[in-house]
């Protein structure tokens, strides 16, 4: 299946907590997820990406977590920040491919 | 570096108009990559293209819609005869090539809408 399934659609967070983000995949052959971040009037903008021959990502406060029996990999975001306010998505890819496979969205608001 | 570059970023058109969106990639990147995206939705896959190539719509619908990258000149995605169903945010983004080198980077999006 060619699918990317992320939840939760919204997620409220207070400044300095952590955030998390879920997505899962059907399709092995995936080998490369990305995560973008959105903000309003703005094109997506690559975050971190993480390859399955890792569990795990760390890139500042980012952090990917990556559990490839499950087919599932998540995006933390510690010490969270108002200016982290932005929607984020996943997206897989086959790495012999091209087509980023999109997860739906998550829009994310961090309240002071 | 400059990065990828869209134009217009907000485009009106009445219905049976025609849309052209362009789209200068970053300056190295010879891949091209047209996406569109509905309100509250992910980025849906259209075409992706190489200089004078057209390597994979099957995304794009089949009538209406056409893209091209020139030797010479921005990628264009053409829309004939708009309806208020194609009214989205189309982004393009460019890539230095595929697999390993083929990071997408995104340009701000043309906002499309058809009265």
């Known amino acids: 299946q060619q699918q990317v399934k992320q939840s939760p659609q919204s997620l409220i967070v207070q400044k300095g907590g952590i955030s998390i983000i879920n997505c899962a995949y059907e399709?092995?052959?995936?080998?490369?997820f990305p995560w973008y971040q959105q903000f309003p009037g703005k094109g997506p903008a690559l975050l971190i990406a993480i390859r399955p021959d890792v569990s795990e990502k760390k890139e500042g406060r980012f952090t990917i977590s990556f559990n490839k029996s499950a087919k599932q990999f998540s995006l933390h975001i510690m010490d969270s920040q108002p200016g982290d306010s932005a929607t984020y998505f996943c997206?897989?890819?086959?790495?012999?491919?091209?087509?980023?496979?999109w997860g739906a969205g998550t829009k994310l608001i961090i309240k002071p | 570096n400059a990065g990828v570059m869209q134009n217009p970023r907000h485009l009106v058109r009445r219905r049976g108009q025609e849309a052209r969106l362009r789209c200068s990639p970053m300056k190295g990147h010879s891949h091209v990559y047209w996406y569109r995206q509905l309100p509250e939705e992910g980025l849906k896959f259209m075409v992706y293209l190489q200089k004078e190539n057209i390597i994979d719509e099957s995304g794009m619908p089949k009538e209406r819609f056409s893209a091209e990258f020139p030797k010479e000149g921005p990628s264009i995605l053409r829309i004939q005869q708009v309806v208020r169903g194609d009214s989205a945010a189309y982004f393009c983004?460019?890539?230095?090539?595929?697999?390993?080198?083929?990071?997408?980077?995104f340009g701000p999006g043309t906002r499309l809408l058809v009265l």
């Open positions: 997206a897989a890819r086959i790495d012999s491919n091209y087509q980023l496979i």
């Open positions: 983004a460019s890539s230095p090539g595929v697999g390993y080198q083929g990071t997408q980077y």
């Open positions: 399709n092995t052959a995936f080998d490369y």
